[in-house]
T-cell receptor, first 115, second 109 residues
Framework: SQTIHQWPATLVQPVGSPLSLECTVEGTSNPNLYWYRQAAGRGLQLLFYSVGIGQISSEVPQNLSASRPQDRQFILSSKKLLLSDSGFYLC??????????????FGPGTRLTVT | GIQVEQSPPDLILQEGANSTLRCNFS?????LQWFHQNPWGQLINLFY???GTKQNGRLSATTVATERYSLLYISSSQTTDSGVYFCAVELSGDDKIIFGKGTRLHILP
């Protein structure tokens, strides 16, 4: 069966520090991968999605970036964190567009607090 | 871009009551899902329902794609049903999956 991992689970970082959040998927190949951010008490905002290695689509201009160095690995980064980057970061995957269903599955998330 | 609107934004009910949550979307979509976010933040898949009706225990969902809406029904509510319910749509001809702002449901014992 497929599983999705995210780490760390929680993170407290000072303003101006770098960030690296990692997401990995097991049990599938060539998934579509997604990063979302959820501010406290609010909905999920799509940040990035990827349909293959090295292919990243950005939805919101900001100081975050994403990379997909391997088929089942998705990394969210920042060179300098802002207070507004605080939130709950969720990684998700779906099967690639091959005629299969595209049900989306989420990881457990990373709670980031920028101080 | 596509608009995904959920209503009501907040709902408080007594245990045992029934509820209907609505999701409207402004464009053609490939698929639609309903999720429940528990108090720990985990998103739990409820239904993958691009069209038609599905039932799972006390929950059921209906999507009418031609009229661009979906409904989630919760019957005989329990306190464990509390949390936020999201619908999410995948745009036709795209790989983006966009979420509504959610309905926050609070079931009183």
């Amino acid at each position: 069966s497929q599983t999705i991992h995210q780490w760390p689970a929680t993170l407290v970082q000072p303003v101006g520090s770098p960030l690296s959040l990692e997401c990995t998927v097991e049990g599938t190949s060539n998934p579509n991968l997604y990063w979302y951010r959820q501010a406290a008490g609010r909905g999920l905002q799509l940040l990035f999605y990827s349909v293959g290695i090295g292919q990243i689509s950005s939805e919101v201009p900001q100081n975050l970036s994403a990379s997909r160095p391997q088929d089942r690995q998705f990394i969210l980064s920042s060179k300098k964190l802002l207070l507004s980057d605080s939130g709950f970061y969720l990684c998700a995957w779906t099967n690639a567009r091959t005629g299969a269903t595209y049900e989306q599955y989420f990881g457990p998330g990373t709670r980031l607090t920028v101080t | 871009g596509i608009q995904v609107e959920q209503s009501p934004p907040d709902l408080i009910l007594q245990e045992g009551a029934n509820s209907t949550l609505r999701c409207n979307f402004s464009d053609s979509v490939n698929n639609l899902q309903w999720f429940h976010q528990n108090p720990w933040g985990q998103l739990i898949n409820l239904f993958y329902i691009p069209s038609g009706t599905k039932q799972n225990g006390r929950l059921s969902a209906t999507t009418v794609a031609t009229e661009r809406y979906s409904l989630l029904y919760i019957s005989s509510s329990q306190t464990t049903d509390s949390g936020v319910y999201f619908c999410a749509v995948e745009l036709s001809g795209d790989d983006k999956i966009i979420f509504g702002k959610g309905t926050r449901l609070h079931i009183l014992p």
